[in-house]
T-cell receptor, first 115, second 110 residues
Framework: GNSVTQMEGPVTLSEEAFLTINCTYT??????LFWYVQYPGEGLQLLLK?????DKGSNKGFEATYRKETTSFHLEKGSVQVSDSAVYFC??????????????FGQGTRLTINP | DAGVTQSPTHLIKTRGQHVTLRCSPI?????VSWYQQVLGQGPQFIFQ???????GRGNFPDRFSARQFPNYSSELNVNALLLGDSALYLC?????????FGPGTRLLVL
């Protein structure tokens, strides 16, 4: 079945450091890929997405490229801020089965940015 | 535009009780999904509804049920609550395969 594996956390960086959070997936067919962010005590916010191979999703300085050959969707940001501290989830949306399209999530990576 | 709304925000129940959680999707979205997020883990799919019909169900017992109303809002019901049902319950509405999440209902079962 479909699955997502994320880089184990927690990750702690200093402000303005470069960020990479690794995400690899296993899926049949051609899934869409997503990064969601969860701030303390809140629900999930869509950060970015890519729907086909070689697509690059970007938002708020974050980027991720859909790499079919390595089944990866790594999240990157060139210069992190304290406000980026949150839990980041990689997810895939697989084939529509009986009309349902569910998201399969990784376990999440907690990111803390120190000033 | 209003996002996905959920009620209540927090809930405390005791084992064996029943709970109903509510969700209103983004205007124009016809599909609603429910997820359970246990502390420290990623969300797990429970149900998806589209046009009032169940389109998919995750690996959850029959104690979990849901329905969708003509205005596309949805309810999640859980019967005979267990301690292990304590979690954040997230609702998401969908548009063109992208799911947008609400703030969640945090359920504590004592």
């Amino acid at each position: 079945g479909n699955s997502v594996t994320q880089m184990e956390g927690p990750v702690t960086l200093s402000e303005e450091a470069f960020l990479t959070i690794n995400c690899t997936y296993t899926a049949t067919g051609y899934p869409s890929l997503f990064w969601y962010v969860q701030y303390p005590g809140e629900g999930l916010q869509l950060l970015l997405k890519a729907t086909k191979a070689d697509d690059k999703g970007s938002n708020k300085g974050f980027e991720a490229t859909y790499r079919k050959e390595t089944t990866s969707f790594h999240l990157e940001k060139g210069s992190v801020q304290v406000s980026d501290s949150a839990v980041y989830f990689c997810a895939l949306s697989g084939a529509i089965i009986q009309g349902a399209q569910k998201l399969v999530f990784g376990q999440g990576t907690r990111l803390t940015i120190n000033p | 535009d209003a996002g996905v709304t959920q009620s209540p925000t927090h809930l405390i129940k005791t084992r064996g009780q029943h709970v109903t959680l509510r969700c209103s999707p983004i205007s124009g979205h016809k599909s609603v999904s429910w997820y359970q997020q246990v502390l420290g883990q990623g969300p797990q799919f429970i149900f998806q509804y589209y046009e009032k019909e169940e389109r998919g169900r995750g690996n959850f017992p029959d104690r979990f049920s849901a329905r969708q109303f003509p205005n596309y809002s949805s309810e999640l019901n859980v019967n005979a609550l267990l301690l292990g049902d304590s979690a954040l319950y997230l609702c998401a509405s969908s548009y063109q395969e992208t799911q947008y999440f609400g703030p969640g209902t945090r359920l504590l079962v004592l």
